[in-house]
Each structure stands twice: as C-alpha cells, then as structure tokens.
Nanobody
Framework: QVQVVESGGGLVQAGGSLRLSCAAS????????MGWFRQAPGKEREFVAV????????IYADSVKGRFTISRDNKNNTVYLQMNSLKPEDTAVYYC?????????????????WGQGTQVTVSS
C-alpha cells in the first residue's frame, strides 16, 4: 500500500521560511519523480516544483523560482520543499505527489500517488 505523507506546514509571517517534508512508502521511491503542487481556496491546484528520480533535474513554477528549492533523499524516501521569502500569495494547501516517470512532468493528472496535503499560511 502506497502512502505519501506531507509535514512541515504552518503559519509564518511574510518574508519567513518553512521546509516541507514528504515521506513516501510502499513504492520504489527512486523510480519516481516527485512533485509539489498547491491549491489555494477557490483556485485550481497548481504546479510548484518537481525533481527527477535522480535529483538531476528540477523544474519550478515561475511564481516560486528563486525562492523555493526542491530536493530529495532516496535513502530515506523523502522529498523536501524549502520555501524562503514567503509571500501571502503562497498561502495554500501543499500536496506532494509521485510520478512513475523517468524524467519530470508538471501536470497533476500525470501523477500516480498523492498525499493529503499540509496547510501553509503566510500572514502579511
């Protein structure tokens, strides 16, 4: 049984930082690209970042480029999202997802497994 579990969300002031973690189990983690998506109230889920199975390729949404960093630890089946210089518009539920693909993709429907999400709230 595959499980994807996010943690690390919370309330932070604008300009602050948070690090999200995502632990995956029940799958061969190193065979999956891992992505982060987010969904704000009243909006559609949007792509944030993705990292290839090897860590050798990453893609970021323009809105987070230069502020967020995605990384992974294949030994511990964990992917991270370091979020710096947070803005109120980053407020959303953040989801981690696994894509059985040997490179990187950014469309939510292409991902195979999803976590339940973790809330990130940035106050102004």
């Amino acid at each position: 049984q595959v499980q994807v579990v996010e943690s690390g969300g919370g309330l932070v002031q604008a300009g602050g930082s948070l690090r999200l973690s995502c632990a995956a189990s029940g799958l061969t983690f190193s065979s999956y690209a891992m992505g982060w998506f987010r969904q704000a109230p009243g909006k559609e889920r949007e792509f944030v970042a993705v990292i290839a199975w090897s860590g050798g390729r990453t893609i970021y949404a323009d809105s987070v480029k230069g502020r967020f960093t995605i990384s992974r630890d294949n030994k511990n089946n964990t992917v991270y999202l370091q979020m710096n210089s947070l803005k109120p518009e980053d407020t959303a539920v953040y989801y981690c997802a696994a894509d059985f693909y040997n490179w990187v993709r950014t469309k939510a429907y292409e991902y195979d497994y999803w976590g339940q999400g973790t809330q990130v709230t940035v106050s102004s």
